[in-house]
């Protein structure tokens, strides 16, 4: 699996011993607290104020996904067909370049081999052109193949 690894340090420079939390998405602030954040990813242990310090050490797995929908892509959609790759998302080295092809249903999926990108701090996604007459003489030799291949005796 590609993972990546990220180290976020807070210092507590405050006269006052706290925790302090990683949030997934930003947090929606108002004036009246109606309930827990759900968005919250982790929090730390209480940290002593001035010269306090804590670490959140993440592990994080990344996915190119390639698919369709029948609306826009927004948080929280899940896609209604599609396919998944892992990809590596580096620091100033470039990251995964994911290849997909379409295919004569209309359907999209990752193939191999993957390359890497041109830009730091990124993946990226390479869409194989299209030619569906490649795809129907691939199509025919199958169909003959298995045609011939049920017929023998």
């Known amino acids: 699996m590609a993972t990546n690894e990220y180290r ?11 925790s302090f939390l990683l949030f997934s998405d930003l947090p929606q602030l108002s004036q009246n607290v109606t309930g827990p954040y759900v ?3 982790e929090k730390s242990a209480l ?8 670490e959140f050490d993440i592990t994080a ?9 029948p609306t826009p892509l927004a948080q929280g959609v899940v896609v209604s067909t ?6 590596t998302v580096t620091g100033a080295k470039p990251g995964t370049k994911a290849i997909a092809q379409v ?17 730091a701090h990124a993946f990226g996604i390479d869409i194989l052109p299209y030619s569906p007459t490649d795809n129907i003489n691939r199509a025919y030799s199958v169909l003959r193949a298995v045609t011939y291949i049920g017929t023998r005796n």
Do not use: H, L, Y
């Open 82 to 87: 599609g396919d998944f790759t892992p990809v």
């Open 61 to 69: 797995e990344q996915f190119a996904v390639c698919g369709t929908t």
């Open 39 to 41: 968005n919250v990813w």
């Open 103 to 119: 295919d004569d249903q209309g359907g999209v999926a990752f193939v191999p081999p993957a390359g890497t990108t041109e830009v």
């Open 8 to 18: 976020i340090t807070v210092n507590n420079k405050s006269a006052i011993t706290r």
């Open 47 to 54: 940290v002593a104020g001035e010269n306090g310090r804590t």
